[in-house]
């Protein structure tokens, strides 16, 4: 099997293992803050306060977005950038063609 | 003072967001800002500083012997930008993310991937609100060190065992994400109580997202085996 295959399927499974859930629990709020993880710490503590505050947060739900998507972007704009450079053809193997 | 107000609604909506939800759509994310009691979020940094600064001398020492690496240390370190950011929904009926670092850990090693993790979480925590600086030592601790320690000593086992290099990084990335959260349950557990259930909650959501973790990395490791199998064989991958 080639590489391109082999990887389409993997990437094939990937959206799978992503997108089963949104059908198995579809009730379900998918919620993903972080401030969750701090509720759970209210319960068992009611008294705790957070000591620290983010000291920038972004302003909107649609600006976290947006840094979110230059996060990935910049990630994969490089990965891709690299595997572009990793697989082109190399000066000596054009020689030889 | 205007930020203020919009920060407490926020806040607010949040916490009704929560009081509607069961206990096990909590997120499993990285510890929020000010989340931790002082002297174990003091403690945490003081735990990282070491391997921060072992981290610095191993990429320093890698890049001095193969300068060809340099550009794949940044494509690893581009690698865990891009799943850190993928916030995928789980069988528990919550998202978390994968954390990216597998792949750094078994082409570089434990050390230089801190770094790499480091650059990740402070992204997150100065422009996003994601994670906190005085939480840093902690997610560091649970991101950047034992989950690069877990996955590079998988991946080392297995290729000693003779398994095949792909299944080998399925394994070490995998295993190293889902520890990972193991170990932000512990840090959380230790200090409120009730290990268990932070685990029960963490570490099931991050099962299926560890798995994916696993699968992407092993898109990645397979252009490498074929087409960079020089520099892989350098850094002794291969």
């Known amino acids: ?97 | 003072m205007k930020q203020r107000s919009y920060s407490n609604v926020r806040l607010l909506a949040a916490m009704a967001a929560v009081l509607g939800l069961s206990t096990l759509s909590a997120s499993a994310m990285h510890i929020a800002e000010g989340y931790l009691p002082k002297t174990w979020a003091f403690g945490w940094m003081a735990v990282c500083v070491p391997f921060v600064v072992a981290g610095f001398l191993s990429i320093r020492k890698k890049v001095e012997r193969s300068p060809r690496a340099k550009v794949l240390l940044a494509m690893c370190g581009a690698f865990a930008f891009v799943l850190s950011a993928l916030k995928i929904p789980s069988v528990t009926g919550s998202c978390s993310h994968p954390t990216g670092v597998g792949l750094g850990a078994i082409l570089f090693g434990p050390t230089a991937t801190t770094i790499l993790g480091l650059i990740v979480l402070l992204f997150q925590a100065l422009l996003l609100a994601h994670g906190g600086l005085t939480t840093l030592g902690a997610n560091l601790f649970s991101m950047a060190i034992v989950g690069p320690i877990v996955s590079w000593a998988v991946y080392m086992a297995l290729k000693k065992a003779g398994v095949k290099p792909a299944a080998a990084v399925f394994c070490a990335a995998a295993l190293g994400d889902l520890l990972t959260y193991v170990t932000t349950s512990f840090q959380l557990g230790v200090v409120y109580g009730n290990v268990a259930e932070y685990l029960t909650i963490f570490a099931v959501t991050q099962v299926p997202l560890a798995i994916a973790e696993g699968l992407l990395t092993v898109v990645v490791f397979n252009v490498l085996e074929k087409y960079s199998a020089a520099e892989l064989r350098e850094l002794s991958v291969l």
């Open chain 1, 1 to 97: 099997m080639k590489v391109w295959q082999k990887n389409l399927i993997l990437i094939g499974l990937v959206i799978l293992l992503a997108a089963f859930p949104l059908w198995y629990c579809r009730d379900a709020e998918f919620g993903g803050a972080d401030g969750m993880a701090g509720e759970l710490i209210e319960e068992s503590d009611p008294d705790y306060e957070p000591w620290f505050q983010p000291i920038f947060e972004p302003a909107s739900g649609e600006v976290e977005s947006l840094l979110f998507a230059l996060q990935a972007a910049i990630g994969s704009g490089i990965v891709c950038f690299v595997l572009g450079r990793v697989t082109a053809k190399k000066p000596e193997d054009q020689k030889k063609v």
